[in-house]
């Protein structure tokens, strides 16, 4: 497999666990709304549902971007394909 | 002060402005102090930050074509991060997202999900990818991938649909705001605003636009957050309200179980006193009170919308290199974190100071009489912002008795929690910039499509320099002028288009983007059916519910690109698979793509 294959390979891998986590975080929970609004798990106080909708799941997307874009220079570094800093 | 090291100065050249901005309003709360009159520190307030956004637009003319749509490509990955987030942040954020958290809750939280969820698609599927095409716009991008003019034409005509739906809703916002600030009547003032946009973009494009974006950014911010601290702290809520409003949270659902939310209906003749657009607290402030598919088909259209509109878009396109486009993905959602996580807080603290009869403020269980004598009450009633009615008859305003427009969360919280006027000054102009900023963005998505794809690329290929960017200014002065004049009319609320935008460009761009990067099968013929096919789908089922058509699936006006995506994936993939696969070069082209190495695939002068 030539090297162009392999890094594709890796980057499509690293969007899949992305988007998973991104679907857990937008969509699946939510699913659960009566049930995270019940839970007993209260982040500073504030019921689940409450929580994820202000602060958790937006902020999760967050750290979720930078870390998938340090994730994705390490594939581009591996494989030669970085860019040089005066392109 | 633009020239040389600019790019490396700007960390001193935009921390100078702060600074000068947080003297601005100390010298205003002295003014103050002094007895200047409230409807003087407005006018301050509102012209000289746009006179400063006019500064910097007149600073950054040019005359190059990269310069002018791609802002030279040397945006640094911060910078361009509070861009974007200005960009992105509309009238519609800032002025009415707190009012929605605080009248509908839980259901209207899908939209905070939503517009953040987006970005991560946004990083991941698109930007690093059109970042290294080098294109100049969004149907740039299209047309080069997929090949042909009516791609091109296709992709022009989405972003047209969706960009200037959005673009009314902000010039309508730039004219309320410039309208209560300046006191001059709204149909006036849409064209005030209008001029301040133009002036920003006018001369430098892409450039002007980036550079007093950033500048919009500052003021935005600080004009949401000082309040909502200023508040949370005056009323004993907590220091860092974000952390600390849980007992407050708790507070309003005691309340509402002591008011009795929810028992008395009101008549519709009652309802019928309330002037329009005001709407009174029906629904619980923390409870989940809508279906999982409501919430998550709302969030969806959303999340696919943000990846979807050019004007977001584009801003990637003028950053150094395609790892710069993927960080500054990330600065720009946590610039519009710290916004959006404040609303809902502005939201709990708005709604508690008006309910809890504990607070000096409260006004529910108080007598009709007592809070018609209050000034705030009569400033804001008589922006038609505000309204008590005694429907029982026993002299005490009930909680049902209460009706507030949406706008007042932001624009009247600082008052009735007893903070200065400065600070109400200061969120006018807070709320300008946020519109200012969208506004200017759209405008120029439009405008740069339709001169460099529609003029240059298919009408005029051999346009020298000066024709071409004097095209692209007279059009961007044309949309403008549109743009106002139907704003002007007001057909559809602030936010109700805002959405209807994200719907459009659902329906007939994210497949189309999403699949020109992922899928190298995916070709032309396939496109233009997915564009147009999509697109016309979405339409269709809007102009059905809004004729009267029950729709299917839960599926409303504000959900409609659900049906415009589905109906545009389905059509793309079916008419590729019975066509020709695309020849090699394109094949080639989608390689080169996806490294970010190399050349980029369309050069900085084309």
Not at chain 2, 101 to 112: C, D, Q
Not at chain 2, 157 to 172: D, E, G, K, P
Not at chain 2, 380 to 402: I, K, P
Not at chain 2, 574 to 591: E, F, G, H
Request: net charge neutral; with cysteine; aromatic share 12%.
């Amino acid at each position: 497999m030539s090297k162009q294959a392999q890094h594709w390979e890796k980057t499509r891998g690293l969007l899949f666990v992305t988007l998973a986590i991104w679907f857990v975080f937008s969509i699946g929970i939510f699913l659960f709304g009566a049930e995270m609004e019940a839970s007993s798990i209260r982040p500073f106080g504030y019921p689940l549902s409450y929580y994820m909708t202000c602060q958790g799941s937006l902020g999760i997307f967050v750290i979720l971007i930078f870390w998938f874009a340090g994730r994705q220079e390490k594939i581009d570094e591996e494989f030669g394909f970085s860019e040089r800093e005066d392109d | 002060m633009f020239k040389g090291n600019f790019i490396n100065n700007l960390p001193k050249i935009y921390g100078t402005y702060t600074g000068g901005f947080i003297v601005f309003i100390i010298l205003m709360a002295i003014a103050e102090q002094a007895g200047m009159s409230a409807k003087v520190i407005g006018i301050c307030f509102v012209a000289f930050t746009v006179l400063i956004y006019a500064l910097i637009g007149y600073l950054s003319r040019t005359i190059q074509v990269d310069a002018y749509y791609l802002a030279g490509r040397q945006v640094p990955t911060v910078f361009n991060g509070m861009a974007t987030a200005a960009d992105w942040m509309s009238g519609a954020s800032f002025v009415a997202m707190a009012g929605g958290i605080y009248f509908k809750g839980y259901g209207y939280m899908a939209l905070l999900v939503g517009w953040t969820g987006g970005y991560v698609l946004v990083a991941s599927l698109l930007a690093p990818y059109l970042r290294k095409f080098g294109c100049y716009t969004v149907p740039d991008f299209i047309g080069t991938r997929y090949g042909g003019n009516l791609a091109r034409l296709s992709a022009v005509i989405v972003l047209t649909v969706a960009s200037f739906t959005y673009v009314t809703a902000q010039i309508n916002a730039t004219g309320t705001i410039a309208s209560v600030a300046l006191d001059i009547p709204f149909n006036i003032a849409v064209y005030v605003g209008l001029a301040s946009i133009l002036m920003c973009s006018m001369l430098g494009g892409m450039r002007a636009v980036t550079w007093t974006q950033v500048a919009q950014y500052i003021v935005l911010i600080i004009a949401y957050l000082i309040p909502v601290f200023w508040i949370s702290n005056k009323m004993g809520a907590g220091v860092f309200p974000h952390l600390m409003l849980a007992d407050e949270v708790a507070r309003i659902a005691e309340l509402e179980a002591q008011f009795g939310l929810g028992d008395v209906k009101n008549s519709a003749a009652d309802l019928k006193q309330v002037p329009k657009g005001l709407s009174g607290i029906t629904k619980a402030h923390a409870e989940v009170n809508t279906t999982p598919w409501k919430f998550i088909s709302l969030a969806v259209c959303m999340m696919a919308g943000t990846a979807s509109l050019p004007h977001v878009m584009m801003r990637y396109f003028t950053t150094p290199s395609v790892k710069a486009a993927r960080r500054s993905v990330g600065w720009s959602l946590f610039f519009i974190f710290l916004l959006y996580s404040s609303a809902p807080m502005l939201a709990t603290l708005s709604k508690l100071s008006l309910m809890d009869p504990n607070l000096a403020t409260g006004i529910i269980g108080k007598s009709i009489s007592e809070v018609q004598a209050i000034d705030w009450y009569q400033n804001w009633n008589q922006a038609n912002l505000m309204f008590v009615s005694d429907f029982n008859g026993n002299g005490t305003l009930e909680l049902n008795e209460f009706f507030m427009g949406g706008k007042a969360v932001v624009l009247a919280t600082p008052e009735i929690a007893g903070l200065p006027y400065v600070i109400s000054g200061l969120v006018a102009a807070g709320g300008m910039a946020a519109a200012m900023s969208t506004a200017d963005g759209l405008v120029l998505a439009i405008s740069n499509a339709l001169s460099h794809d529609i003029y240059y690329k298919m009408i005029n290929p051999k346009a020298e320099t000066a024709k071409r960017l004097l095209i692209a200014r007279i059009l961007l002065v044309l949309i403008g002028f549109a743009g106002a004049t139907i704003a002007a009319l007001e057909i559809q609320g602030i936010l109700g288009s805002v959405i209807w935008a994200f719907d459009f460009a659902m329906s007939g761009l994210f497949f189309p983007l999403v699949l020109g990067v992922w899928w190298k099968r995916a070709n032309a013929q396939g496109a233009v059916a997915g564009m147009l096919g999509g697109l016309a789908a979405g339409t269709a089922y809007l102009v059905a519910v809004r004729s009267g058509y029950p729709g299917f699936l839960d599926i409303t006006q504000l959900t409609f690109g659900i049906v415009g995506s589905v109906v545009s994936l389905v059509l793309m993939i079916v008419v590729s698979l019975a066509t020709k696969a695309p020849d090699a070069a394109t094949q080639k082209m989608v390689d080169d793509v996806r490294v970010p190495s190399g050349k980029a695939i369309l050069g900085r002068q084309h």
